[in-house]
């Protein structure tokens, strides 16, 4: 179990993307950890005990790396049109929706008020999938971007994006 979970956090490190997860992954892990607490509560030994907190550091930096990611999926979903992420796990989900609500609700109460909704026009931005590896990147917007790794989708600058297509290092979605 413990090779999993550092799995998950090699790819979560790895990529913008989040790693599929089955809806189940994190029930698995917490009784993983009670098995190993109520072992270690029958009997003491080290090298459980090293894998228990190895285990449970592992599982924390798992967490913040996907709230954070999950986070911004709400945000690209309500501000930017694009889909939800799949692979989330039954906890995830409830967290994805409930923040995608506040995220609604707080983009209406602001626009009742008479805060217009960005105007960004679409030919400014392009939706693309990387095909190759970038790393952090200026724009001419003046942001900074990535690093990202093939198989990423994000939303770039006309002309970056536009440049990225040309040079085969990215695809355009629609």
């Known amino acids: 179990m413990y090779d999993g979970i550092r799995r998950i956090q090699a790819e979560e ?3 913008n993307a989040l790693t599929q997860l089955k809806e189940d992954t994190y029930s698995n892990v917490f009784a993983y950890l009670d098995q190993l607490k109520k072992g270690l509560a029958s009997k003491w030994d ?3 005990v090293r894998e228990l907190e190895n285990c449970e550091k592992v599982l924390q930096d798992v967490e913040r790396k996907r709230v954070e990611k999950l986070l911004t999926a709400v945000f690209n979903e309500v501000y930017n049109k694009l889909d939800a992420p799949q692979g989330l796990t039954v906890q995830e989900k409830i967290l994805y929706e409930n923040a995608r609500r506040a995220v609604q609700e707080f983009k209406k109460m602001m626009e009742s008020m008479g805060v217009p909704e960005a105007e960004t026009p679409q030919k400014d931005i392009i939706n693309v999938r990387l095909l190759k590896d970038v790393p952090r990147f200026k724009a001419t917007d003046g942001n900074e971007y ?3 790794t093939a198989g990423d989708v994000c939303s ?3 002309k970056e994006g536009r440049i990225m297509i040309e040079k085969n290092a990215a695809e355009p979605l629609q």
């Open 156 to 158: 770039l600058p006309n």
């Open 46 to 48: 080290t090298q459980k």
């Open 146 to 148: 990535g690093p990202f």
């Open 13 to 15: 490190k790895r990529s």
